[in-house]
């Protein structure tokens, strides 16, 4: 990792946490404030939303998920809403957004387990939306936006 792309991480780390203060007023819950141990990530999961919804990476950045929360996540791209360049991601390395959402029906599969991290690097430049599985209708939702 470069130091330039350390140091934007450090800057969202320092984002994160301020999210995490302001979120402790909001009832407690295992937010981005309360990180025990290592802190080396850039998106954290409260119980139905990620932390921040958007990262601006550069290309060939990694980006890393925690799930910051008690419940059950999945990290998983909108098919048709990523540069077309991009290779498909979901954790649980499924290689469509259908695999992905057969996957977690059939038993929790592309789980990120609470503490949990899951990571992908990004190469392509532009746009990526991706959501969780089970809280997708509740607005849990994300970006990572590749600047090239
Ligand atoms: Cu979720």
Do not use: K
Request: net charge negative; aromatic share 10%; proline share 3%.
């Amino acid at each position: 990792m470069t130091v330039e792309s350390r140091r934007a991480r450090m800057r969202r780390r320092q984002a994160l946490a301020a999210v995490g203060t302001a979120l402790a007023g909001f009832g407690g819950c295992a937010a981005a404030g309360s990180r025990a141990g290592g802190d080396d990530y850039d998106v954290g999961m409260t119980a139905a939303a990620f932390r921040p919804v958007e990262v601006t990476v550069g290309a060939g950045d990694e980006v890393v998920w925690r799930n910051t929360s008690s419940r059950a996540h999945s990290v998983t791209a909108y098919e048709d809403r990523i540069p077309d360049a991009a290779t498909y991601f979901a954790s649980g390395g499924f290689e469509s957004e259908t695999a992905a959402r057969d996957g977690w029906a059939d038993g929790l599969s592309g789980n990120v387990n609470s503490g949990d991290e899951y990571s992908r690097r990004f190469e392509a430049p532009g746009t990526y939306e991706y959501f969780c599985i089970p809280h997708e209708r509740a607005g849990m939702v994300g970006r990572v936006v590749v600047e090239g």
